[in-house]
């Protein structure tokens, strides 16, 4: 919050970097997806029912392209 702050400039003067900010916002969508997929990991792990998660990972892949499990 800090950095996106500098880039705003300062109170006495709005100095907007707008190609910073998107690509700041690029950075954030990215970092987004990978915790959402990672979420959706571990909600999968805790759901998953198999007497054993190691046997599991023989009938089931993740597909980090699309962040969706694959049977």
């Not at 300062?10 to 690029?26: F, G, I, M, P």
């Not at 979420?39 to 007497?51: E, I, M």
């Amino acid at each position: 919050m800090d950095e996106i702050a500098g880039i705003l400039g300062s109170e006495k003067t709005l100095d907007v970097d707008r190609d910073l900010l998107l690509n700041k916002a690029s950075e954030l969508d990215e970092t987004i997806q990978k915790l959402v997929a990672m979420r959706d990991g571990l909600q999968h792990a805790a759901t998953y029912t198999v007497p054993n998660h190691l046997d599991g990972l023989k009938v089931s892949t993740f597909n980090e392209s699309s962040s969706h499990w694959r049977y």
